[in-house]
Each structure stands twice: as structure tokens, then as C-alpha cells.
């Protein structure tokens, strides 16, 4: 199995330039989550789905925009992109809730000029 | 304001010996992950604890769920270099639908 997968691994955007991070798993997990990752502040979530057709904001949603058409995959879109969203991206996801846990993709850095 | 303060944030000890971190909240918590995160890769979880007061094992990995759920500390056992990494708690709030994570403890050890 492959997980959960995530394209691109790194990317250097100019500040306004919009960009569209996918995230794939193929676990049928009900869950989805994406988080942004910087030193010294953990991970903080963006946006989050609980199932196909779904989303809600998470802590930091601002700037950000997502989708999950399809239950395997959660697209997260940066509209014009701006030098504070320099950071990791993950993207997770759960069975359930209530103790299941996540898995982790790899990450996607972006760097934002 | 940070739900989950973990403590130390950076640790560095010699191969062979004993440490325990700690995540604390104010929160009560349904469950509570620990995760390990090594440079470059996405967090890999380790173990899930939701009732209070429990204990569980993973070889030299030792997990315990404060009795209240507002609290979790991870004590690892001769300890080697290939724990090196950063240890993450995450905790779900009941009905949450999404957990929330510490800042993590960096733990670094040497040969």
C-alpha cells in the first residue's frame, strides 16, 4: 500500500502565484487533514474533511482554500500565495476518530519569494 | 495559547540511558497519540492510549495516560541512537473530529 501520498515534494512559488497541493491515500479513510509545519510552532491544522463532499476550517485557515470531491483525495489551494506561507505541508488521515490515529505523507515544502 | 505543552522541547543524552517526556493540557482528552518524526518525513504514529491511567509497552517504549486524560508522558528505556527524532502527543477532544498536536520534544542521542 501506498499510504498516503502527496505531490509536489517542494515547490518555490512568487509571492500572488496560486498553486493546488494534492493528497492521495488509498486506505479508504473517512478522515482528511492538512497541516502546516514551522519551527518552533508544531503542526497547526489547516483545513480538515470528514468525509467526501466535506470540509471545515481548522486553526490557521486563512489564505486557504480546499476540496474533496472524491473520499481518496483532499486538495489544498493557495489563491495567491504570500511569504508567510513558506512552511512543510502535511497531509493525514484517519479511519475514524476516537483514537484511530493518523498516517502521515511525506510532506511538501514550499517556499514562497 | 498551546492546549498541549510538551517538556523538555530538546534533550541530549548518551546511548544506553533512561528518559521521560511529557505532554500536559488542561484539556480532557477521549485519546492521545504519540507520534516519531525523523528530518524530512511526515509523523509515524507510535501508540494510541484513551483510558485513564493506562499503560502500554512497546519494547523499550514505555506510554501512560494520566488518570484525568489531561496528561501522557513516553519514558524510553536505554535509549539508542536510532531513537533519535522528534516525539509528538496529539490529543482528540470527545466528538472533535480532529486532534490537536504539541509543539514536540526533540530528542537527540549519541553513540
Known amino acids: 500500500n501506498a499510504g498516503v501520498t502527496q505531490t509536489p515534494k517542494f515547490r518555490v512559488l512568487k509571492t500572488g502565484q496560486s498553486m493546488t497541493l494534492l493528497c492521495a491515500q488509498d486506505?479508504?479513510?473517512?478522515?482528511m487533514y492538512w497541516y502546516r509545519q514551522d519551527p518552533g510552532m508544531g503542526l497547526r491544522l489547516i483545513h480538515y474533511?470528514?468525509?467526501?463532499?466535506?470540509?471545515a476550517k481548522g486553526e490557521v485557515p486563512d489564505g486557504y482554500n480546499v476540496s474533496r470531491l472524491k473520499k481518496q483525495n483532499f486538495l489544498l489551494g493557495l489563491e495567491s500565495a504570500a511569504p508567510s506561507q513558506t512552511s512543510v505541508y502535511f497531509c493525514a488521515s484517519s479511519y475514524a476518530t476516537g483514537g484511530s490515529g493518523y498516517t502521515f505523507g511525506s510532506g511538501t515544502r514550499l517556499t514562497v519569494v | 495559547t498551546q492546549l498541549l505543552e510538551q517538556s523538555p522541547q530538546f534533550l541530549s543524552i548518551q546511548e544506553g540511558e533512561n528518559l521521560t517526556v511529557y505532554c500536559n493540557s488542561s484539556?480532557?482528552?477521549?485519546?492521545l497519540q504519540w507520534y516519531r518524526q525523523e528530518p524530512g518525513e511526515g509523523p509515524v504514529l507510535l501508540v494510541t492510549v484513551v483510558t485513564g491511567g493506562e499503560v502500554k509497552k512497546l519494547k523499550r517504549l514505555t506510554f501512560q495516560f494520566g488518570d484525568a486524560r489531561k496528561d501522557s508522558s513516553l519514558h524510553i528505556t536505554a535509549a539508542q541512537p536510532g531513537d533519535t527524532g522528534l516525539y509528538l502527543c496529539a490529543g482528540e477532544e470527545t466528538n472533535a473530529g480532529k486532534s490537536t498536536f504539541g509543539d514536540g520534544t526533540t530528542l537527540t542521542v549519541k553513540p
Open positions: 486506505m479508504n479513510h473517512e478522515y
Open positions: 474533511s470528514v468525509g467526501e463532499g466535506t470540509t
Open positions: 484539556s480532557v482528552f477521549s485519546s
